[in-house]
């Protein structure tokens, strides 16, 4: 149990951060194939390498260890009662369907927009992938200069490191269901 715990986080922690293991590697001067031992749950690593690999990731040595002591192995969100994160001006609400789930390598949310609501000025930024499904109404992406239009049931997924932006152009109101990975910290 100890050594898929501790494979499970490091896998987790490295991957949020973008991090190959042969960056990680060089990093942490753990070798290669030692962290991909752990990661699979073949070796308990001892505390020398396992400071190393914390380290190199900016996290305690507890963090390892340490079971989650909050957080749940199941979330259910019945229907319309996602948890709201996120809210601007009337315009936009979000709220996350994965909420309280422990140590999640995504998250899922619904965003509602309003009428003529965009994701601001210039093409966001970031690591992972996002997949977006619209619920109701529409949605008008523009990813890497190229613009995509969604109506009702269709739905794109991209790597999120690719300039992109969004904009409800409809005189309706808009729900979109989005997947990321990995989890924004919210």
């Known amino acids: 149990m100890v050594k898929k715990l501790i494979g499970r986080k490091l896998k987790s922690s490295r991957l949020k951060r973008d991090k190959t293991i042969q960056v990680l590697a060089e990093m942490s001067h753990v070798s290669s194939n ?11 690593p001892s505390v020398e390498i396992l400071m190393k690999i914390a380290d190199a990731l900016g996290l ?3 963090y390892f260890v340490e079971e989650a002591d909050k957080g749940n192995t199941v ?20 709220c996350s369907l994965t909420k309280g789930l ?3 390598g995504f998250s899922v949310f619904v965003d509602t927009l309003e009428p003529h609501c965009d994701s601001g000025e210039g093409g966001m930024v970031h690591t992972g992938e996002e997949f977006a499904l619209v619920l ?14 969604l109506e009702k049931g269709d739905s794109i997924s991209f790597k999120a490191s690719l300039p992109h932006s969004w904009k409800n152009l409809a005189n309706q109101q808009s729900k979109i269901l989005w997947a990321v990975s990995p ?3 919210v």
């Open 34 to 44: 030692m962290i991909s031992r752990i990661e699979r749950g073949l070796t308990i």
């Open 136 to 149: 109701e109404g529409s949605l008008d992406f523009n990813i890497e200069g190229e613009d995509f239009h």
């Open 183 to 185: 989890p924004p910290n």
């Open 102 to 104: 422990r140590d999640p």
């Open 75 to 94: 979330v259910f969100t019945p229907a319309g009662e996602g948890e709201p994160i996120f809210f601007f001006e009337d315009k936009h609400k979000i």
């Open 60 to 62: 305690s040595l507890s």
